[in-house]
Each structure stands twice: as structure tokens, then as C-alpha cells.
């Protein structure tokens, strides 16, 4: 008798997978042609699940709006702990400018991979938003001993020296970024910045020049051309440049 009670017990639970896989089957169908009001509709009359949960999440993300993408992922999350969605959850905090949440749940990531770089990189950069130089000092260091051709890496280091206002250690970064990138807009410009407040007109110049050459239409390096050419009396280039 209970050998016939575990069997019809797993036969139901058999057909229940097998029809809610055909549904999400339909459902990712209508979100892969855009229709993703009827994937909404129809995930939300199944039972909630970390499947349901996780693929409404995944539909909001894909229209912006990661409020409620926050939302299904963080209910996803009660009923599965699972690697891919919190990386996801701490993505949408971060679109949402939650970034103490973004901070905890990436550091729960790496506490148990700590191999992640992508998530090692995002948490060097939200402490850097936050005001925490030395934790980002900290993450970019060990970014750069894992990989120094990256040059994203060098000039968030730059970044870090600026904060703890090393101005030499934040020129050299910015300078080994440019060295591993020669077209890093960000890069050149905080070069070109660095050495006009050194007055060093000839390097200033020549990265006001490179840049420009890279993105004519970059507004605070024509600020600092203009500047210059109003400081040499070239009133006339300077007027061109407005």
C-alpha cells in the first residue's frame, strides 16, 4: 500500500514538472517576440516558485524596471539560494542606486568564489562610489596581480590615489592606463587635468590633443583647450572652439 501511495505521490510530482516546463516552454516563446505582458500574466496565475519568481525578475530587467525586477529576484531568493540570482539581485540593486545592498550581497558572492572578477571589479567600483578608497584599494590591487593587462583596473586604481590624494601614485595608474589603452577618454582626461594643475603645458597639451583626436566632442577637454588658447592670447582659435 505505500509503495502504491510513493508511486501515485511521484507520478503527480512528475506531471506537475513536465506541465509547468511546458508552460515556461510557451512563456520564454512570447518574452523571446516581445510579448512580454502575456509571459507577466501567465507567470503570475502559476504557483509561485523560484522558476516563476526568477523569470518575471528577468522580464522586468529587460524593460528597466528594476524596482520590481528587485522585487521577484529577492522573492526567488527566499525559495532558492541561488548563485546566478543573486548575482542578478545585486545588479538591479545597483540599477536602483542601492548600493549597500549591492555592496552585502556581492561580498557574500565572493566570500564563497572568490575567483569572480566581474564581481570583484563592481564591488571595487561601488566602494569607490561609497566613499570606501581603502576597501577599493584593497579589490583593485588583487585585480591588477591577477590580470595587469586590463587597463579598466589601472584606472580605477587612479581613482583610488586621487581619494587618498597620492597624486603621483594616481599618474602613474593613469598613465599605465593609457599605456594598456591609448584611446581611454577617462584616462586622458584626468591626465590632461593632472598636468594642468601642475602647469605643464607641454604633456597637458598632449593629452587635451590625443583626447580631443579620440572624441572631438569631449566638453571638458575643449574647456581645457580653450583655457589654454586664452591664456596664449589665440583669442581667435579659442572663439572657433565655442
Avoid at 180 to 194: G, R, S
Avoid at 212 to 230: M, P, Q, R, S, W
Wanted: hydrophobic share 40%; proline share 0%; charged share 25%.
Amino acid at each position: 500500500m505505500k509503495k502504491r501511495i510513493l508511486i501515485i505521490v511521484l507520478v503527480i510530482g512528475f506531471l506537475k514538472a513536465e506541465a509547468q516546463t511546458s508552460v515556461f516552454t510557451s512563456i520564454d516563446s512570447l518574452v523571446h517576440i516581445g510579448r512580454y505582458q502575456k509571459a507577466i500574466i501567465l507567470l503570475k496565475k502559476q504557483e509561485p516558485t523560484f522558476q516563476s519568481n526568477k523569470r518575471i525578475a528577468a522580464i522586468y530587467t529587460s524593460i528597466d524596471n528594476y524596482k520590481l525586477a528587485t522585487k521577484y529576484f529577492e522573492k526567488a531568493l527566499l525559495l532558492k539560494d541561488d548563485y546566478s540570482a543573486k548575482i542578478s539581485l545585486g545588479k538591479s540593486y545597483q540599477k536602483e542606486k542601492k548600493l549597500n545592498e549591492a555592496i552585502s550581497i556581492y561580498q557574500k558572492i565572493l566570500k564563497k568564489d572568490s575567483a569572480n572578477l566581474l564581481i570583484s571589479y563592481q564591488l571595487g567600483k561601488l566602494y569607490l562610489k561609497t566613499k570606501q578608497a581603502l576597501k577599493a584599494k584593497i579589490i583593485f590591487k588583487e585585480l591588477l596581480e591577477k590580470d595587469r593587462s586590463n587597463a579598466n583596473y589601472h584606472y580605477q586604481m587612479g581613482i583610488v590615489y586621487a581619494m587618498l590624494k597620492n597624486r603621483n601614485l594616481k599618474i602613474n595608474s593613469f598613465l599605465k592606463t593609457y599605456e594598456k589603452d591609448d584611446e581611454h577618454i577617462n584616462a586622458i582626461h584626468q591626465l590632461a587635468l593632472a598636468y594642468t594643475f601642475l602647469r605643464d603645458k607641454d604633456s597637458a597639451n598632449l593629452f587635451i590633443n590625443k583626447g580631443l583626436k579620440v572624441n572631438t566632442n569631449h566638453i571638458a577637454l575643449n574647456k581645457l583647450k580653450i583655457n589654454n588658447l586664452y591664456r596664449k592670447k589665440d583669442y581667435l582659435s579659442a572663439i572657433n572652439l565655442l
